[in-house]
């Protein structure tokens, strides 16, 4: 029984390996590209309590190397921190401040999302230009940033065209949980699927996201994904019936967004985790169990198979955590960390089953979905 068990923890990481996308490669950039004509973009960012970054991310928008015509909308969503003049004195410093509208977000309807509401009332009040850029109010773009998107969409006619923000990995807590992160995100969308135009599997990042609004109105606009908690991926769903659509990593474009604590990543998560499996706990018990089956059962198996003295027993095991830990690598070297933090992703596995459980718990609680000070049912 050990043995067959060993054999088939291998197996599935064999699977993972050869037959997931490749997703594990980290390989998906955006090329540089060249064109003779720029259509126009408006910038949409919602900002709530976004005082710490707000500035940087206005100053990097104005600041794209673009050459078609390029406007910001910051929708202030009833911030309390002066977001709003923070944006302005930014567009001001750079003599920019007539491409920058700071809109005073509206109270939070019914049934929606208040990062969803503040995006519908950007969209609202942008000119009727080709492409909208959603972006986070803690995020910075160096200035190819929005070329490379464009170029991107245009020239392969996709609807969408998302990058993973390149996240802070600096505080022992971000190093050890960040890396992994990005590899569990990858491992659920293998970026290459995504990219697949014959593939239906939608994902994407909400921190940067390039929209063709021609196919946002057509897919019914954001009132229809309103009540949405996980916007990216239900973005890129619902724009996937109107093309197709990208999602790669990004070199140029980083969040500012620290992680000094566990407690600041664990509530990143749990406000979403259970989102993620739709709230059903025939879904929660299987990741569960997925996860421990990967990233715990292969340390059991090695250590029982020592104590019992059968090496095809931990061999095996042995196999697949030294897998895991290849797969793991390109992620690592990705972010500039030593080799030697391979060795967090299975403590790191352990821990985001413990926040997803936690965000399930939160759940039933009446407490899930909590972010910025507002609860959603």
């Known amino acids: 029984m050990l043995l067959a068990t060993a054999a088939a923890v291998l197996f599935a990481w064999l699977v993972l390996y050869l037959a997931r996308g490749g997703f594990w490669r980290a390989d998906q950039r955006l090329p540089s590209n060249v064109m003779a004509d720029w259509p126009a973009v408006t910038a949409v960012v919602p900002a709530r309590n976004e005082a710490e970054g707000i500035a940087a991310c206005v100053r990097g928008i104005l600041t794209q190397d673009y050459p078609g015509d390029l406007r910001l909308l910051v929708i202030d969503d009833q911030s309390a921190d002066g977001t709003a003049e923070l944006a302005r004195s930014a567009a001001m410093e750079l003599g920019a401040a007539s491409r920058l509208t700071v809109l005073l977000g509206r109270e939070l309807p019914p049934g929606w999302a208040g990062k969803v509401w503040a995006m519908a009332q950007g969209v609202e009040a942008a000119a009727s230009v080709p492409y909208l850029w959603f972006t986070d109010g803690d995020i ?30 600096q505080t022992i807590w971000e190093r050890w949980l ?5 590899f569990f995100f990858q491992k659920l969308y293998p970026f290459a699927w995504v990219n697949d135009p014959q593939r239906k599997l939608a994902g994407a990042a909400g921190g940067c996201m390039l929209v063709a609004r021609a196919a946002l109105a057509a897919s019914g606009g954001l009132q229809a994904m309103s009540g949405a908690l996980i916007d990216d991926c239900t973005l890129a769903a619902q724009l996937q019936a109107q093309g197709s659509i990208w999602l790669g990593l990004a070199d140029h474009s980083f969040s500012l967004r620290r992680y000094t604590h566990l407690a600041e990543i664990w509530q990143m998560v ?33 250590i029982v198979g020592l104590a019992n003295a059968q090496p095809w027993v931990w061999g ?3 196999i697949s955590l030294l897998l895991s830990w290849r797969m793991f690598w390109p ?20 821990l985001y089953t413990l926040m997803t459980l936690d965000s399930a718990r939160r759940h039933y609680r009446g407490r899930g979905g909590a972010w910025k000070g507002r609860t959603y049912p």
Not at 331 to 350: E, N
Request: include cysteine.
């Open 140 to 169: 910075v773009h160096q200035p190819q940033v929005l070329r490379a998107l464009v170029a991107k969409a245009v020239t392969e006619n996709r609807v969408l065209v998302s990058l993973m923000v390149r996240l802070s990995c």
């Open 178 to 182: 960040i890396p992994p992160f990005l």
């Open 270 to 302: 749990v406000r979403s985790a259970y989102v993620q499996l739709d709230f059903r706990l025939p879904r929660l018990l299987g990741a569960t169990l997925g996860m421990l089956f990967l990233y715990l059962l292969p340390w059991v198996l090695v």
């Open 316 to 318: 095996l095991a042995l």
């Open 331 to 350: 992620t690592l070297r990705d972010y500039g960390l030593s080799p030697l933090w391979v060795f967090s992703l299975q403590p790191a596995a352990w």
